[in-house]
């Protein structure tokens, strides 16, 4: 054996071992080891007693005992300094510097025990770290649960690096696993990390350890269990949940108890999320068998695409006679005006533009790809639908533009504007890739053109040019409602407040008096909360006496008093 290997690594070469499989049977008593080197992670398939169990590795830690052990101990930390930090007030400077801590843990832990798996993709975590800062920066509600979503999703691509996925040309199914795998840790990763990753055995012998370990790892797993069920039932019944109120309400350790509560469960969090990073393994070996997976011909794929093809040229017929045909039109066929006929199905619209994109990747996935013939007739179809697709999102805007000039701007139009944008780039792109014969290229430029979208939403702060848009209307255009910038987050008032000496006097002194009455919402009462966007609210609306002092003396008083 010695000899065939020596022959074996002159053949090969140490510029192509790492991409070559290698493949040693070893007998050890009455069994067998088969051990597979592919891409540096060893494999190890047990045989014994003509039972084969085939366990799938990666480069973890040998010593998985400590590193659990060690994971355990810095989540329990994180669990206590996130509750200093998150508990009893808004998320700001808080949620970034809390993350920014487990990431530098992560780091740590894996420089210590898994230094090769850390290094690959590690930069990728400073991407979840920039969307944790927006949190510090922007105030605007949906787009910070996004930021938070945004998190989670950057949290979990280094898992590709550490399984040997190429970014560029990892599939939608290596992301989708990636994000399964750093979700399911959040949830349960702590339950696996004390049931089998931390060996109280090694620690202390006595069954008494293994009952604790035991007793603790069904109390997290009654938590979750407790939250979700209890929050449907209270939901569904108002006697049970004024009975879950009262439980509540009662409360024995006075904060201590929620206190607890929220370092558990930020503890679980920290505890899933360390060990997806140090821990977890890949779901299969690389160069594996597989399934095959099923196959359509073009004949069942073409009627399909070409039903819902007909459906979009039939769509695009219409609109092209109500939206550019004229008011005058749109008046004598529906009754309505062209402003009042833009105003519905903005959102349908773009929802139809979106599910195109999965119904189109689904198809091609599904499509024999060894026939020329099918292959050139999907495309031909695939180039249509996009262009269909194109026109419907020509006439969303167009909608758009006919609803913003007749009643205004609204960050959910906004929002919906911008995403049907980022779905007519990615089905641009899935032109340029998959209808090309490139397929491995295609998850990468949705997933990166994601969170580019996202960050540009964050730059471009969405309130403030929603302000800027409605206030710069002309008083002909239509209705101003000032009572609706005045609800908006505290990214708005900056830009607001500057404009307010531009609206006529009954409009702005309207909107002074409701901002002022939102002034304490927006106060930062400790560091914790902090943001950029509260701060500069703050700062604005200390100008605002300045600008109130034009209102008449009705207005000014009503302001005064609120």
């Known amino acids: 054996m010695c000899g065939s290997s020596r022959r074996a690594s002159r053949y090969v070469g140490r510029a192509d071992l790492e991409h070559t499989d290698v493949t040693l049977r070893v007998r050890l008593g009455t069994g067998s080891q088969v051990l597979t080197l592919h891409d540096r992670v060893l494999y190890v398939a047990s045989m014994t007693g003509g039972k084969s169990g085939i366990t799938i590795g990666s480069d973890v830690a040998t010593s ?12 329990l930390l994180l669990g206590i300094g996130g509750d200093v930090l998150l508990h009893g007030t808004a998320w700001g400077l808080n949620f970034a510097v809390w993350v920014a801590t487990l990431i530098a843990q992560a780091a740590a832990l894996g420089r210590d025990h898994t230094p090769e798996r850390s290094r690959r993709g590690r930069w990728l975590l400073l991407l979840a770290l920039g969307f944790a800062l927006c949190l510090a920066w922007r105030d605007n509600t949906f787009l910070l649960t996004r930021d938070v979503l945004a ?11 550490a399984w040997d996925v190429r970014m560029v040309t990892a599939r939608m199914m290596d992301f989708a696993a990636a994000l399964a795998t750093t979700l399911a840790h959040l949830a349960f990763g702590s339950l696996f990390l004390l049931s089998q990753d931390v060996r109280w055995n090694d620690l202390r ?31 569904a019944d108002p006697v049970f949940g004024g009975l879950v109120e009262d439980l509540l309400a009662w409360n024995p350790f006075g904060p201590t108890f929620s206190h607890i509560l929220v370092a558990g469960l930020l503890a679980s969090v920290a505890a899933g999320f360390l060990r997806s990073q140090l821990l977890s393994r890949r779901l299969w070996a690389p160069g594996a068998a597989r399934e095959p997976r099923p196959s359509a011909g073009i004949v069942t794929l073409g009627i399909a695409l070409s039903a819902l093809i007909l459906v979009f040229v039939l769509f695009v017929a219409v609109q092209a006679r109500y939206l550019f045909a004229g008011g005058a039109y749109v008046r004598v066929a529906t009754g309505l005006t062209l402003a009042e006929y833009a105003r519905q199905g903005f959102f349908e619209l773009v929802a139809a533009a979106a599910l195109t994109v999965p119904v189109l990747y689904g198809a091609e996935w599904l499509l024999d790809s060894t026939d020329p013939k099918a292959v050139r007739s999907f495309r031909a179809l695939g180039v249509v639908q996009m262009l269909l697709v194109g026109l419907v999102v020509l006439s969303a805007l167009q909608r758009m533009r006919l609803y913003t000039a007749a009643y205004g701007l609204t960050e959910d139009r906004l929002f919906g504007a911008v995403f049907m944008l980022w779905i007519a780039f990615v089905l641009v792109w899935f032109g340029l890739t998959v209808l090309r014969g490139r397929r491995e290229r295609f998850a990468f430029g949705a997933v990166v053109t994601g969170f580019a979208t996202l960050g540009a939403l964050n730059l471009m702060n969405p309130d403030g040019v929603v302000v800027r848009v409605n206030v710069g209307r002309t008083p002909a255009a239509g209705r101003f409602d000032g009572g609706y910038l005045a609800t908006l987050s505290a990214d708005a008032v900056p830009a607001l407040v500057a404009r307010l000496a531009s609206l006529p006097a009954e409009q702005r002194c309207d909107v002074a008096r409701r901002l002022a009455q939102r002034g304490d919402r927006d106060a930062v009462r400790d560091w914790r909360s902090w943001s950029v966007a509260r701060h500069r609210a ?12 034009r209102c008449s003396g009705s207005a000014r008083a009503s302001a005064s008093a609120g």
């Open 205 to 235: 012998r006595e069954e008494t350890s293994r009952r604790i370990g035991g007793v603790l790892a069904g109390l997290l797993l009654a938590v979750p269990i407790l939250i979700v069920f209890g929050s449907l039932f209270a939901s």
């Open 538 to 549: 703050q700062r604005a609306l200390r100008r605002l006496d300045l600008v109130r002092l």
């Open 64 to 75: 998985t005992g400590v590193t659990g052990l060690s994971i355990l101990g810095i989540a």
């Open 151 to 161: 998190v989670m999703a950057a949290l979990a691509l280094p898992l590709l690096r």
